[in-house]
């Protein structure tokens, strides 16, 4: 079985500073992995994903997340962050045949930027 | 548009009352699934369908049923909820294509059982 644990359930940031939202996972397969953002009062939009080739994986909205394998990491980052990237953002990781492409989740991170 | 969409997006029921929440998906994918989402729990399979009339249990199925009689409509149906059940509930699709794996949501149904 797969779990994701994101470590910070809050991030406070203000607007134009860098933001890193942490994310390890535990698998005994290789896995794939994903960063997906809720907006208030929204569902679930995709940001990011690693399904394989390079660790350093570029994103919407200008996010990208890195893939450490030996860490078990896949921590999200942004240089340079706006107020309308007030959400929460979730890590989730999926390995192959799961059934149904079922993801596994983490606990989520709420992000607000502050002026 | 492709899109997956939910009704009703509000809903307040009381201990036991019989309730549906719909979904439906138009890109005709063949992976459906149910998620809920509590604070600090992130969010949880209750039940998926791999196609018509292929469903099985995900993490959390206790007190959820669903159906999946046609490919773009898979249903949730609480037959008697409780108030443990108040959350917020999200259809998801995904196609079989390999190398896709990505979901789509839908915009959540947030439901409270008095």
């Known amino acids: 079985a797969q779990s994701v644990t994101q470590l910070d359930s809050q991030v406070p940031v203000f607007e134009e500073a860098p933001v890193e939202l942490r994310c390890n996972y535990s698998s005994s397969v290789s896995v794939y992995l994903f960063w997906y953002v809720q907006y208030p009062n929204q569902g679930l939009q995709l940001l990011l994903k690693?399904?394989?080739?390079?660790?350093l994986v570029k994103g919407i909205n200008g996010f990208e997340a890195e893939f450490n394998k030996s860490q078990t990491s896949f921590h999200l980052r942004k240089p340079s962050v706006h107020i309308s990237d007030t959400a929460e953002y979730f890590c989730a990781v999926s390995v192959y045949g799961a059934a149904g492409n079922k993801l596994t989740f983490g606990g989520g991170t709420r992000v607000l930027v502050k002026p | 548009e492709a899109q997956v969409t939910q009704n009703p997006r509000y809903l307040i029921t009381v201990t036991g009352k019989k309730l549906t929440v719909t979904c439906s998906q138009n890109?005709?994918?063949?992976?459906m699934s149910w998620y809920r989402q509590d604070p600090g729990l992130g969010l949880r399979q209750i039940y998926y369908?791999?196609?018509?009339?292929?469903?099985d249990k995900g993490d959390v199925p206790e007190g959820y049923k669903v159906s999946r009689k046609e490919k773009r409509n898979f249903p949730l149906i609480l037959e008697s909820p409780s108030p443990n059940q108040t959350s917020l509930y999200f259809c998801?699709?995904?196609?079989?294509?390999?190398?896709?794996?990505?979901?789509?949501f839908g915009p959540g149904t947030r439901l409270t059982v008095t």
């Open positions: 690693y399904l394989s080739g390079s660790t």
């Open positions: 369908s791999m196609n018509v009339e292929v469903t």
């Open positions: 890109m005709n994918h063949e992976y």
């Open positions: 998801a699709s995904s196609g079989q294509r390999e190398f896709s794996y990505e979901q789509y």
